[in-house]
């Protein structure tokens, strides 16, 4: 058997996963070999592992998430507000399954766009398609996809991602065409996404900032039917790494 054809055919047909693994295997002593129905069990396993490390690495670059964050590193306490089982409840994806929305707020610095971009990276993982924006980007997007004529085609793509970020919510006055661009997105992935939304401005001062009480109405209601709130204490960790 020329064990170095196989190899070479099943990187042609693009089983790059069982290939490696069936490399490994023939470096193994032929006692230690597995039998047939062993071998193709292991093969099926590695193609698979593979094809999901490469689909998460595919997620993690096209969600551009702003901090290579992760929530091992997410310090919990009830002193700040995001208790450990709060983590818990949320790490397992199924507030996007629900299409649940996550609301984080609290003073600059003190974690949110991390965490957010930690559950961002944790949903890729998982395998949902996750999107990041500042509303700095977002703004930019907006008025791109609006002037190339590609505002509908922009707006269908949001609708359809399992996992949206809006992050430095609430630092920017809105005009009235983003305001109803807003109301759009949160009517589009009402039950049918998740939208996670960092911001310094407590929710209760939302419908002052949004300013025009019949659309905030109407972002609010949406926001907030499936919604999980997050409010985050403590100081800047920026200062903490200064000093």
């Known amino acids: 058997m020329n ?26 002593p032929i006692h230690q070999q597995p039998e ?9 396993e590695a193609e698979l592992g593979y094809r999901s490390q490469q689909r998460t690495g595919l997620y993690i670059r ?12 997410i310090h919990c306490s009830p002193a700040r507000g995001f208790t450990a089982e709060q983590l818990q409840l949320l790490c397992d994806g199924s507030f996007i399954e629900k299409s649940e929305n996550i609301v984080i707020s609290g003073s600059t610095g003190c974690g949110k766009s991390y965490l957010a971009c930690a559950l961002g990276r944790q949903a890729c993982t ?25 505002y509908v085609k922009w707006l269908n793509h949001l609708a359809k991602t399992p996992l949206l ?17 807003l109301l759009q997105i949160m009517e589009d992935r009402y039950g049918r996404g998740s939208t996670i939304i960092a911001a310094q401005l407590p929710l209760s001062k939302w419908y002052d900032y949004l300013n025009e009480p019949t659309i905030a109405d109407a972002i609010m209601d949406r926001l907030t039917a499936r919604m999980h709130k997050i ?13």
């Open 3 to 28: 064990t170095e054809q196989t190899v070479t055919q099943l990187q042609q047909l693009k089983l790059h996963g069982m290939a490696g693994r069936y490399e490994a295997l023939l470096d193994l």
């Open 36 to 44: 047939a129905h062993a071998l193709l069990a292991m093969l099926t």
């Open 62 to 73: 096209l969600s551009k998430l702003r901090y290579q964050a992760v929530l091992e590193q």
């Open 126 to 150: 998982l395998g949902y398609r996750t999107l990041y924006y500042s509303m700095n980007r977002f703004i930019e997007s907006l008025a791109t996809a609006r002037l190339d004529g590609t």
């Open 165 to 181: 970020i809006l992050d430095d919510f609430g630092l920017q006055p809105l005009t009235h065409d983003m305001r109803l661009t």
């Open 231 to 243: 409010d985050l204490k403590g100081e800047s960790k920026r200062k903490a790494k200064t000093n």
